[in-house]
Structure formats: structure tokens, C-alpha cells
């Protein structure tokens, strides 16, 4: 699953990266996408199928939401 950034990731590359906090703290552009250009069912779906830890998603979702000024639906 590529986010509308384009980047070319596998869904297994993806899911690690949404659950990482260094995520945020790189500024990682393709899960910023996701968590700001996907829907938040399709997102929630992704992180179910995936098998990702949830709480993790979200506190990443959270930093980015902190780092961007901008409101991310995961956000815890």
C-alpha cells in the first residue's frame, strides 16, 4: 500500500514505519501522508490487517499531529 505521497514501500514497510516513533522525528513524508491523506477507516482497516500495534500507530499519529499543527483523526 502506497499512501498518496507515491513513495514505493510494501504494505510490511509501511505498517513498520506507522508504528515507529522515529517516524515523526524524521519527518517521514509517506506516513505523514497516510495518516493525513488516507481515511481513517481505511487506515484503522490497514493497521487491523497488518497486524500493527494500534496504540503505537496512534501516539506516532500523535507526534506527527503535535509536529504538523495539524489535527491527524488518530491521534491520541
Do not use: R, T
Not at 514505519?17 to 477507516?41: G, M, Q, R, T, Y
Amino acid at each position: 500500500m502506497n499512501a498518496p505521497y507515491g513513495a514505493n514501500l510494501s504494505a510490511h514497510q509501511l505498517a513498520a514505519l506507522i508504528a515507529d516513533p522515529k517516524s515523526a522525528s524524521d519527518f517521514n513524508a509517506p506516513v505523514f501522508s497516510f495518516f493525513s491523506e488516507v481515511s481513517p477507516a481505511l487506515q484503522l482497516q490497514f493497521v487491523e490487517e497488518m497486524g500493527v500495534d494500534a496504540d503505537k500507530v496512534c501516539a506516532v499519529a500523535d507526534q506527527f499531529s503535535h509536529l504538523s499543527g495539524y489535527a491527524l483523526p488518530l491521534a491520541a
